[in-house]
């Protein structure tokens, strides 16, 4: 049973740039979530999909951040005109629903740095 | 609006001392889960228990044990006999099932450093 996956595991890039960061979800799982994590702090939702549909999404995701997943199962997280405050770790986790132990499994992560 | 407070940003033991993780939640749900993650220096975030708000039953998994307690709104956690490979962060995370779908809110985390 393979778990979480996420492609790139690190990336730098220059502010103003455009960057895309894909996860695989367990297989069998139909919810995928997005997070952040900033150094020191716990993670923060930005959004999540069931199936192909995102049902929703955080304050957080700004108009320059825009999430997919067309066929309900790999999903991908692009960040436009990247800034420096865009600098964390970007989580994916999945889920299988309805589910009475519902639980999130997260992926590895990808960290960023916008120079 | 829920939140999640770890009260504790780091602690040191030395190895095979017991510790005990503090979290208290806030929520205005009548159903709802809780959870502990550890994230070790690698990054990635690895499950560790989960309990629903219908279940004040404490738990015991090996050297974890988690005691839920409503009444403070409390779920903590305790590590017996502390190993070096403790060592991580540790969140609790509160998922109100009725209000926000399955989204977690984590609080800010405990960094444990168990020294040999």
């Known amino acids: 049973d393979t778990g979480v996956s996420q492609d790139p595991r690190h990336k730098i890039t220059k502010r103003g740039q455009n960057v895309t960061f894909r996860c695989d979800p367990i297989?069998?799982?139909?919810?995928l979530y997005w997070y952040r994590q900033t150094l020191g702090q716990g993670p923060e939702f930005l959004t999540y999909f069931q199936n192909e549909a995102q049902l929703e999404k955080s304050r957080l995701l700004s108009d320059r951040f825009s999430a997919e997943r067309p066929k309900g199962s790999f999903s991908t997280l692009e960040i436009q005109r990247t800034e420096q405050g865009d600098s964390a770790m970007y989580l994916c986790?999945?889920?299988?629903?309805?589910?009475?132990?519902?639980?999130?499994?997260f992926g590895p992560g990808t960290r960023l740095t916008v120079l | 609006a829920q939140k999640v407070t770890q009260a504790q940003t780091e602690i040191s033991v030395v190895e095979k001392e017991d510790v005990t993780l503090d979290c208290v939640y806030e929520t205005r749900d009548t159903t709802y889960y809780l959870f502990w993650y550890k994230q070790p220096p690698s990054g990635e975030l690895v499950f560790l228990i989960r309990r629903n708000s219908f279940d004040e039953q404490n738990e015991i998994s090996g050297r974890y044990s988690w005691n839920f307690q409503k009444s403070t709104s409390s779920f903590n956690f305790t590590i017996t006999a502390s190993q070096v490979v403790d060592s991580a962060v540790y969140f609790c995370?509160?998922?109100?099932?009725?209000?926000?779908?399955?989204?977690?809110?984590f609080g800010e985390g405990t960094q444990l450093t168990v020294n040999p």
């Open positions: 986790a999945s889920s299988l629903s309805p589910d009475r132990r519902e639980t999130q499994y």
């Open positions: 995370a509160l998922s109100e099932r009725e209000t926000s779908g399955s989204r977690l809110t």
């Open positions: 297989s069998e799982h139909n919810r």
